[in-house]
Nanobody, 122 residues
């Protein structure tokens, strides 16, 4: 059983930065595709960024390209999401997720964290 715990969310002004972390335990982190997702109030969950087990970047949503960076540390079993130039529309609960098998980049994730709130004020 894989456990994922996100941290680093908070309140920030537009144009500011936040760095989210997701610590994994209970599995072989280095084997997993890892993704960051977000869900804004009243909207469907959307994929934000995905990294392969090697750390290669597999996906960024168009809305975050050039502003967000996903990375991972397979020694520390942690995946990060550096968020710069934040906009009010980035306000959402952010979740990390692990995919232990499968080929889809944007779906079929097996394990999810509890989420961390990011609020960007204008």
């Amino acid at each position: 059983q894989v456990q994922l715990v996100e941290s680093g969310g908070g309140l920030v002004q537009a144009g500011g930065s936040l760095r989210l972390s997701c610590a994994a335990s209970g599995g072989t982190f280095s084997n997993y595709r890892m993704g960051w997702f977000r869900q804004a109030l009243g909207k469907e969950r959307e994929v934000v960024a995905v990294t392969s087990w090697t750390g290669s970047i597999e996906y960024y949503a168009d809305s975050v390209k050039g502003r967000f960076t996903i990375s991972r540390d397979n020694v520390k079993n942690t995946v990060f999401l550096q968020m710069n130039s934040l906009k009010p529309e980035d306000t959402a609960v952010y979740y990390c997720a692990a995919q232990t098998q499968g080929s889809s980049i944007i779906r079929d994730y097996d394990y999810w964290g509890q989420g961390t709130q990011v609020t960007v004020s204008s």
